[in-house]
């Protein structure tokens, strides 16, 4: 008899409230994403694949100065410098092994002339180990390019510390 | 005599087809609604909005590798998913779903087979699928299954006795057992349309009903022959392709029919509002019943946990079948004294 009553009062008081819990989180927005198809904003300062500034001209930034490397905790820079017909370095050959690399950032932080940059991409899983070994040629970015996202806060901080902007 | 013949058989023909397809979208409907309730989308990729996607399975599950473990005892094993899976088809025979029509000159009743003891037939066929998850979960020669085919077999004659009890009210106030009478009794022409149902002279009986049907069917929260955090996946462990997608067949096809059985007896089957004059609207109106039924089905499985062994067997005995005999015992004194 008690076990009927409570059985009883459970349905009428009590299971209720369970189907009024579950029902409201019918309506709310799925955590889930549509992956491939909608991406999540990516933090602003999210560090992902590597990509080589330029100036404003079009030549490269990087003077294959070796620094990025020196900072690497991982190894994963490679590069061999050459000068161009006016004498001025550039890198000749310039690689990262996302294999080895961490994306800790320290090459761009390590940086004295801002050409390397880590980018919002996170995309590039591949087949082969041959192909995470990425050539300077596919981390410059395209040369008239609208908007840096970087260059505003750059500017600024050039300004804070006095240092002025080479422009080319 | 052959006007009959070829009018079932297109009858049958198309109910079939539309329960196996209602089948398969009953389980994506469980997935996208069960995938909301928990803050997921479910299916999504076949197809706009995933509505590919049962078809997606079947075809995956055609193709899987059929595998018939050494120790299961072969005739048994290749039986089961049949025994599980032709009673759940057989219990649309009896249900009603739209009065009498005439189509291309001929009258015909929108129902397999008009039988007068349709509620016994539901109820005798239903009662045999347990013996499709027993037979499973016993040839397969495998712990798990032999304990979901035990479990389910206890389960559903623990219950078996109060879904028959749920229904005798009913019973007593149409004094018919024919599904397309106890139907036509619920019609109502005024513009209350749901006055006749018989869950407003029922309300016990029905709660009894949908308990007790889930029970039957094996579904959450009394899913315990299938427990997948206890038994792997119970009675159908050792099942893979076809036999198993019978199995799965089987069950929601088991759904679908304890809803459209449940609908006709408490909700009035295919009447509803303009019933009379618009044709095949009855379709409509029980497709529609089941469906809400199906959704508090899938309601249920994403609101409470599974309940344990000892908790079944006592809610069985202890509160659902005394209940029914309440039930029962105050429909026929009501009626009796003639208040129904």
């Known amino acids: 008899m008690n076990e009927v009553i409570k059985a009883v009062s459970n ?54 100065c070796g620094l990025c490397a020196a900072a690497c905790p991982a190894d994963a820079i490679y590069m061999e410098p050459s000068e161009n017909e006016e004498g001025e370095r550039y890198a000749k050959l310039y690689e990262i092994n996302l294999l080895r690399c961490i994306f800790c950032g320290f090459c761009e932080e390590a940086c004295p002339e801002e050409a390397i940059f880590l980018g919002h991409e996170y995309e590039f899983s591949d087949d082969n180990r041959n192909s995470f070994i990425v050539a300077k040629e596919t981390m410059l970015v395209a040369h008239p390019r609208k908007e840096n996202p970087f260059k505003r806060v750059y500017r600024r901080v050039r300004k804070v510390y006095g240092v002025p902007d080479r422009q080319r | 005599m052959l006007e009959i013949i070829v009018a079932s058989t297109i009858k049958v023909v198309v109910v079939m087809a539309a329960v196996l397809t209602g089948c398969a979208y009953a389980t994506y409907m469980e997935r996208k609604v069960v995938g909301h309730l928990q803050h997921r989308i479910g299916p999504l990729y076949a197809g706009p909005y995933g509505l590919l996607q049962p078809i997606a399975d079947a075809v995956k599950l055609m193709f899987k590798e059929d595998i018939v473990p050494d120790k299961v005892e072969r005739a048994t094993f290749a039986l089961a998913p049949l025994i599980a899976f032709v009673p759940a088809l057989l219990t649309f025979a009896v249900v009603p779903f739209g009065g009498d029509n005439t189509i291309f000159g001929y009258e015909i009743k929108m129902v397999l087979s008009d039988l007068n003891i349709g509620i016994l037939f539901v109820f005798a066929i239903t009662s045999l699928g347990v013996y499709g998850i027993v037979l499973a979960g016993w040839s397969s020669g495998s712990k798990y299954s032999l304990l979901g085919g035990i479990r389910s077999s206890a389960q559903m004659i623990s219950y078996e ?31 209350w349309f749901f006055s006749n149902w018989y869950v407003f002279k029922q309300p016990l009986g029905c709660l009894l009903y949908v308990v007790c049907a889930i029970a039957e069917t094996n579904r959450a929260p009394f899913d315990l022959p299938e427990a997948e955090s206890e038994l792997v996946a119970g009675y159908h462990t050792e099942y893979s392709s076809m036999r198993f997608a019978m199995f799965f067949i089987g069950e929601y096809a088991n759904m679908l029919a304890v809803c459209a059985v449940g609908a006709t007896l408490f909700f009035g089957g295919w009447q509803g509002p303009f019933v009379d004059s618009v044709p095949l609207l009855g379709i409509v109106w029980l497709v529609l019943k089941v469906f809400v039924f199906m959704f508090v089905y899938i309601w249920l499985r994403a609101t409470f946990p599974r309940f344990r062994y000892d908790q079944l067997m006592n809610f069985g005995w202890k509160v659902l079948l005394p209940l029914a005999l309440l039930n029962t015992m105050v429909t026929g004194l009501l009626v009796v004294q003639g208040v129904f």
């Open chain 1, 11 to 64: 349905t009428f008081l009590k299971m209720p409230k369970g189907f009024v819990v579950t029902f409201k989180h019918l309506f709310r927005k799925p955590v889930t994403l549509d992956y491939p198809r909608k991406k999540k904003p990516m933090a602003p300062r999210y560090r992902g694949k590597h990509y080589l500034e330029r100036y404003d001209d079009g030549t490269e930034r990087c003077v294959c």
């Open chain 2, 161 to 191: 006795v109060s879904y028959g009890l749920s229904i005798i009210g009913v019973l007593l106030i149409a004094n018919t057992l024919s599904l397309r009478e106890l139907v036509d009794r619920q019609a109502s022409d005024s513009i």
